[in-house]
């Protein structure tokens, strides 16, 4: 007795049955790297920020200059550019710039495990030497060697500052109405109590009138 024969589609249908399910397959195969890559750079990450926030002092935007060294100039995960528009998004947003930045950072490059080990590893560092010194401020508080080394660290954090605003405006700077929208909200912020965040808005506006005039000119 002859084995019955499978018409044509269903023999197709099995095909396509099996193909899916092998394909489905591969695909969770492929994603399990996938995610322990995005694990590592989110370990990677943490490691760098902790070393960031142990040898930086000074405001965020010394952090910020340690950032564009570490992550534009030698590993090059980052462009400039990319920098400035995290920079411009960090400071729209409520809360403390340079935390905000770290966050987006972290989570552009390896999601929200990556955003939240940032900024516990920048954050670490600060907690730790602000426990021990609270322990021994009574002892420290006036002592002079103490003095002399913070005016010294003081004395180094205004080049690295200045340096990173040098090399990221020569980024921004680029075209006439960046120039004048810069020295605008410098004379702004010189020489009026405005609040920055009326400022900011307003740079925003400026730009979008710009970039609108220009294409319709």
């Not at 019955?4 to 790297?33: R, S």
């Not at 996938?34 to 370990?43: G, H, N």
């Not at 420290?140 to 954090?157: P, T």
């Not at 020295?183 to 730009?207: E, K, P, Q, R, W």
Request: with cysteine; aromatic share 8%; charged share 15%.
């Amino acid at each position: 007795m002859q084995p019955p024969v499978i018409p044509y589609c269903q023999k197709q249908e099995e095909w396509m049955l099996e193909k899916a399910i092998h394909g489905t397959a591969q695909k969770k195969t492929k994603a399990a790297p996938e995610q322990t890559s995005r694990v590592k750079m989110a370990l990677l990450i943490f490691a760098y920020f902790i070393k960031i926030g142990s040898f930086t002092f000074g405001s965020g935007w010394s952090i910020l200059a340690q950032m564009e060294q570490e992550f534009v100039d030698k590993r090059r995960w980052l462009t400039k550019q990319e920098l400035l528009e995290l920079v411009a998004v960090g400071k729209s947003l409520p809360g403390i710039m340079i935390t905000n930045i770290t966050m987006l950072f972290g989570y552009q490059m390896a999601g929200v495990l990556g955003g939240v080990l940032a900024v516990l590893g920048i954050a670490l560092p600060a907690v730790v030497v602000l426990s021990l010194v609270t322990l021994a401020y009574d002892a420290i508080k006036s002592n002079y060697w103490v003095w002399a080394a913070l005016q010294g660290v003081q004395c180094a954090v205004v080049p690295i500052i200045g340096g990173a605003a040098i090399s990221l405006g020569k980024e921004a700077l680029k075209d006439k109405a960046s120039v004048f929208i810069c020295l605008a909200a410098l004379a702004v912020c010189h020489f009026t109590s405005i609040s920055n965040i009326v400022l900011i808005l307003a740079g925003v506006v400026a730009a979008l009138v710009w970039m609108e005039v220009k294409e319709h000119a």
